[in-house]
């Protein structure tokens, strides 16, 4: 009698925790996910948000449940993990997905660098750095306990190369390429190849943290939208859903073997010389 083996990228099952589910990219995923058949934990700050997110996910194959938890809150985090274990005896991959800009961590045509504001820009890198990091620290213990676990992390185009203004956004997605290197291989050399550590790189994708950046109020491009579309091979925008597949390759068996990477899905913005 043959029995098929497990898909490489079969989900069922794996309980997935996903912080920034009330946002555009990481809502659309985590639905994604909980239509495998994956728990999916969605985490956000505002209860109403996340209420409706998870009414969203009514009929979708998988469980799923949502806290309000700020990313930065450490006892938040832990009461959310520890609730998490109390249901479902595991967590099988944690996906840092929120993040952001403010104004006063940017600089505007008519400011320098001289002018940029310490106290925004450290607020940016706190909710970029330590809020990838400190959701890492508390809910990759269970990881690690298992000796089996997946981290996805939130990485930008701004990490790699410079965008204009951005100054404080783009250093702490730089600080998280760097996060997802170091953290790869302490994982793997302390714990084994059961631990994974990957980002993903999103190109440039119309959500509420830069829709006024990008798209003017009749949805034409704004001019720096223009530049983003006339530096992207693809010539448009992402759409939400192109970034589903990547996230699903590397929370599977499918990438047992990567870690460390950050992986682009920028329509070629990041290879492009522009020529
Ligand atoms: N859109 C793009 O083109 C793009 C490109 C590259 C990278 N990214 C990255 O992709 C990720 C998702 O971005 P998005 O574009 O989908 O943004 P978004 O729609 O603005 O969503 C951001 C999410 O982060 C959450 N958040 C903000 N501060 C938080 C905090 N202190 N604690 C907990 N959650 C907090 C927000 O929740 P609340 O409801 O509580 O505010 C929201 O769920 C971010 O890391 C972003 O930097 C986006």
Redesign the pocket.
Known sequence: MSTTPPSLFDLTDRVIVV?????????SAARYLAAQGARVVF????QT?LNAALADTAGLAGETAAFA?????RPALEHTRDTILARWGRIDALV??????QPGATIPPDKSFFDLDLAAYRQVLA??LE?TVLPSQIFATALVAQKRGVIIN?????AARAITRVIG?SNA?AAIDNFTRWLAVEFATKYGDGLRVNSV??????????RRLLLNENGTPTARGQAVIDQTPFRR??QTPELHGTLHYLLSDASAFVTGTVIPVDGGFSCFSGV
């Open positions: 912080t920034g589910a009330t946002g555009v990219l990481a809502g985490l956000g700050r505002d948000k938890c700020d990313v930065l809150d840092n997905a929120a993040g952001g800009n909710l970029n809020g939130f990485s930008s185009m701004a956004y997605k790189a999103p190109g440039f994708f119309v959500a509420d943290q830069n925008f992402g």
